[in-house]
């Protein structure tokens, strides 16, 4: 087992205990608990509901949810996994809620305001939205699967499990999601050579 792995399982393992042990009352575990998992579960709805913006809430309302049914958790599948899937749920919702939410028409538009005023020169800032871009490309299906098995750190198994598909299909989604990346990305590297 490649260490990556092997520390994956070890942080997986760590946190479905203190998920157990904060089920049982135990306030330190719930602490724990959100630290060894915060990261993954905001990294996974940034890039699954495509919006930073609301990601942080998305990240609060998956852990709200998650200790409003934590004396439903018995532990039988990790709980990075059991709460990948109510982030996913979360996300949904979202996206459902905004969907049928009215639209206000000629006021300024305040999200691209506050982008403009963002610091660009921060490492990384330019090339995380240049990502969010990539990722909006793929179908969904296809997005969810690279995004479990390439950012989050699933397995392919896991990733199975928490879609409820074949792995072989998740095989094909990553690697479709991967030819199609590397198609636009080699798209935009010819155009801006062509054209600069």
């Keep these: 087992m490649p260490a990556a792995r092997a520390d994956r399982a070890s942080v997986d393992a760590s946190a479905t205990a203190w998920a157990l042990a904060a089920r049982g009352g135990d306030p330190d575990a719930a602490d724990h608990f959100v630290r060894a ?32 049914s934590l004396h439903r958790y018995e532990g039988r599948a990790s709980a990075r996994t059991w709460l990948l899937s109510i982030a996913r749920r979360a996300v949904a919702d979202s996206l459902r809620r905004a969907a049928v939410r009215p639209r206000i028409a ?9 982008e403009g005023t963002q610091p660009r ?3 990384g800032f330019d ?45 094909s989604r990553v690697s479709r999601a991967r030819a199609t990346l590397e198609r636009v990305l080699r798209e935009a590297e010819s155009a801006s050579t062509q054209g600069g």
Excluded at 37 to 59: F, I, N
Excluded at 141 to 159: K, M
């Design 37 to 68: 998992l915060h990261a993954d579960v905001l990294r996974y709805v940034t890039y699954l509901s495509g919006d930073p913006q609301t990601a942080h809430d998305l990240t609060q309302d998956t852990f709200a949810r998650a200790f409003g």
């Design 121 to 123: 020169g921060l490492p």
């Design 127 to 171: 090339d995380g939205i240049a990502l969010l871009d990539l990722l909006e490309a793929l179908p969904d299906e296809r997005r969810e699967a690279f995004l479990l098995t390439q950012v989050v750190g699933l397995s392919y198994e896991e990733a199975a499990g928490f879609t409820g598909c074949p792995i072989g299909t998740v095989r």
């Design 106 to 114: 000629d006021t300024v538009d305040w999200q691209t305001a506050v």
